[in-house]
């Protein structure tokens, strides 16, 4: 599982060091205002698809999917956010 998490950092660092053309992995994380705007929107529909009881698995990997987009494009490592969440374990 975690595998699955780590791949994906792996993936988006290395578009990120070497452009991939039409990909839109370097779409998002070239324009930080679509990446934003891309978390928000699909924040917005897992919470949807929680209230209806659908589609809740897909929207909830796509919003991991652009925040982790999101968070690289603004050189936000993912080690960092969960060292933070270590240091909140009580």
Known sequence: MLSTLENLIKLVRERKSSPVKGS???KLLNDKSLSRAKVI?????LIEAVELDSNKIHEAA???Y???MYL???DIKIE???SELEKRKK
């Not at 929107?41 to 529909?45: A, C, I, S, T």
């Open 24 to 26: 839109y992995t370097n």
């Open 41 to 45: 929107e699909e924040v917005n529909e």
């Open 62 to 64: 796509d919003v991991i």
């Open 66 to 68: 652009h925040l982790l």
């Open 72 to 74: 690289e494009a603004n």
């Open 80 to 82: 960092e956010v969960m």
